[in-house]
């Protein structure tokens, strides 16, 4: 009931493409739900975020689509460039797994590479 | 403004040697945390501080041991290594508002264990 399940694995797509990654989870106490993004050799740093009030949250070239019914939301990274080559965690917060702190569960990553 | 801080960056551990990491900030955040980094495994919690004073377990404490010398810095401790514990680590801290959840991560430990 804590997981986040994350797909896929690695992602492959041209310069000018979309990417599209997609998470699901189980427990509807879940109130938060970011995107973080690392590049090699750094420390994960948040890209995204939505609460489940929202079906959608745009920033840039990077939306979170969210569908509470389905226990899903996804990352798009639209016009995909080369420097967006990285691995994207998305992650939960809330439920048992928050309380008064800002405790997150990740998911297990996508390794993201955008070739020019 | 340094952000999160870690130290070493890299260590080579053998089997059975202790070792600490260090981990500071000076966000004035309340909370910290400690993370491994595994391919195919995601970020997992080892332990947390909500606030100076206080630690807890997370998703896989066994092995670990915490201590959050005062409000900014908070160090994780390897008694025993074990090739197990090979993996990259990472602290974080964050400041408990209802407006921001954010996470801030340091750049890492690697550590190998032979």
């Known amino acids: 009931q804590q997981q986040v399940k994350q797909s896929p694995q690695s992602l492959i797509v041209q310069k000018g493409g979309i990417s599209i990654i997609n998470c699901a989870y189980e427990n509807t106490a879940f109130d938060y739900f970011p995107w973080y993004q690392q590049f090699p050799g750094k420390g994960p740093a948040l890209l995204i975020a939505i609460r489940p009030d929202v079906s959608e949250k745009k920033e840039g070239r990077f939306t979170i689509s969210f569908n509470k019914s389905a226990k899903q939301f996804s990352l798009h990274i639209m016009d995909s460039q080369p420097g967006d080559s990285a691995t994207y965690f998305c992650a939960a917060k809330g439920g048992m797994y928050g309380g008064a702190t800002n405790k997150l569960i990740f998911g297990t990553g996508t390794l993201l590479a955008v070739q020019p | 403004n340094a952000g999160v801080t870690q130290t070493p960056k890299f260590q080579v551990l053998k089997t059975g040697q202790s070792m600490t990491l260090q981990c500071a900030q000076d966000m004035n955040h309340n909370s910290m945390y400690w993370y491994r980094q595994d391919p195919g495994m995601g970020l997992r919690l080892i332990y947390y501080?909500?606030?100076?004073?206080?630690?807890d377990k997370g998703e896989v404490p066994n092995g670990y041991n915490v201590s959050r010398l005062n409000k900014r810095e908070f160090s994780l401790r390897l008694e025993s290594a074990a090739p197990s514990q090979t993996s990259v680590y990472f602290c974080?801290?964050?400041?408990?508002?209802?407006?921001?959840?954010?996470?801030?991560f340091g750049p890492g430990t690697r550590l190998t264990v032979t």
């Open positions: 501080s909500a606030s100076e004073g206080t630690t």
């Open positions: 974080a801290s964050s400041e408990y508002r209802t407006s921001s959840y954010e996470q801030y």
